[in-house]
């Protein structure tokens, strides 16, 4: 099985394995990082090393990263934190069709608490211009919501444009980072964003843990959506995972150790693999390929089925959109608000790399991928028909 499936999630580094194991048993130290004596201070100091490494991976102060249970948490406490702050009424909130479920239907359910939301249109390559969403803008308007690099079709927004104007007005900013920590520079000390989300699971750290930016200067204030001991800052009551935390910590420190590196391998893979599709005529790559995160290839090949394209791949783990909404078995809402027809949006495939990839293995899979894609067009009448057509 190739697993080209990295941005649904990573495996863990080994090396972060071996600074979670002894946070969780009798021998190491597994006390609650809160309690006030020795084994608790052990602990608490293997969750404020981790602190510093997350923080430093993105330009932040520790002081500034909030942990939660993940990017899913981090997006819910960001957006309705911030609205239920200064109060939902008459509040407005831009936001992108683009976005990952979690900032969407957090939205969504804003908007049952009296919240308006403009949801904008990326154009056609996937790019939600700076100056669509000052004009989305309203004296009403307290937060905006974009992502920095999309999990479907990688697109890198251009968030650092934007944060400065949107500070300018006064509008809180908030980034949903997930598929850009580790893969780009990012430094929250030159780019005035206020909130931003992190998850671990992406970079090579365990499942379950991620954190929230919030800024300190200026304050960026939240109402907690977890209410309980008053941990973080009261911003998010409950016992520290404290081994998840460490591993976060520790996956963290290694991808901005390897940066640089990371990047170059993936983006030379990204685009090896989209090279050997090349010999496959009327196929699409969807997303503006100069605004590329190194390790998402999506690609909508025309004439095909989009299941029976990934039912002839069983040896290929790809996803056919984002992992979180293949689960409804609809065409993807990202390929949708780009302006795909469902069709062509359905017969796409996500590529993603990872630092495990091997060049061998995208050769590998490109071949298979041909194949199939030219064996289905053979069978599809459609496909004939139309090539004849285009030929006469
Ligand atoms: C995976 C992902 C999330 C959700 O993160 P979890 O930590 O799995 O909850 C949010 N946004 C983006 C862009 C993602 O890729």
Not at 72 to 88: D, H, Q, Y
Not at 132 to 145: F, G, I, M, N, R
């Amino acid at each position: 099985m190739i697993y080209l499936d990295y941005a649904a999630t990573t495996p863990l580094d080994p090396r972060v394995l071996q600074i979670m194991l002894p946070l969780l048993t009798a021998d190491g130290s597994f006390a609650n990082p809160a309690s006030t004596h020795g084994p608790g201070y052990k602990a608490r100091a293997a969750v404020e090393k981790a602190r510093a490494q997350v923080a430093a991976l993105i330009g932040a102060e520790p002081g500034e990263i909030v942990w939660t249970s993940g990017a899913t948490e981090s997006n819910n406490l960001a957006i309705k934190g911030a609205l239920e702050f200064r109060g939902v009424r008459n509040a407005h909130i831009v936001t992108s069709r683009t976005e990952h479920k979690c900032v969407l239907d957090t939205c969504r359910h804003l908007e049952t608490q009296g919240v308006r939301v403009t949801y904008l249109k990326p154009g056609a390559e996937g790019v939600v211009s700076p100056e669509q969403v000052l004009e989305a803008l309203t004296p009403e308007t307290v937060l905006v919501s974009l992502m920095w690099v999309n999990n479907e079709i990688g697109v890198v927004q251009e968030v650092t444009r934007l944060a400065p104007l949107l500070r300018e007005r006064g509008v809180l900013f908030h980034v949903d980072a997930v598929q850009a920590a580790g893969k780009l520079a990012i430094d929250l000390r030159a780019v005035p964003i206020d909130l931003l989300s992190v998850s671990a699971h992406k970079i090579y750290g365990p499942k379950g843990v991620g954190a929230l930016y919030v800024r300190k200067k200026p304050r960026a204030r939240l109402a907690p959506q977890m209410h309980g001991g008053g941990h973080e800052w009261g911003m998010r009551s409950g016992t520290l995972a404290t081994h998840q935390i460490a591993g976060m910590g520790a996956a963290f420190e290694i991808a901005a150790a390897q940066l640089a590196a990371d990047a170059e391998h993936l983006a030379g893979l990204r685009d090896l693999l989209w090279q050997r599709l090349q010999v496959l005529p009327r196929i699409l790559r969807n997303g503006d390929p100069g605004r590329a995160a190194p390790h998402v290839l999506n690609v909508s090949f025309e004439g095909v089925e989009g299941e029976a394209l990934r039912a002839s791949l069983p040896g290929l783990a790809v996803s056919s959109g984002s992992a979180c909404s293949s689960a409804t078995q609809e065409p993807s809402y990202v390929l949708r608000a780009l302006g795909r027809d469902d069709e062509l949006a359905n017969a796409s495939l996500r590529f993603s790399l990872g630092r495990g990839t091997t060049a061998e293995q995208v050769e590998q899979a490109a071949a298979a991928v041909i194949e199939q894609v030219l064996w289905l067009r053979e069978l599809s009448p459609i496909w004939v028909s139309d090539r004849v057509s285009g030929d006469a």
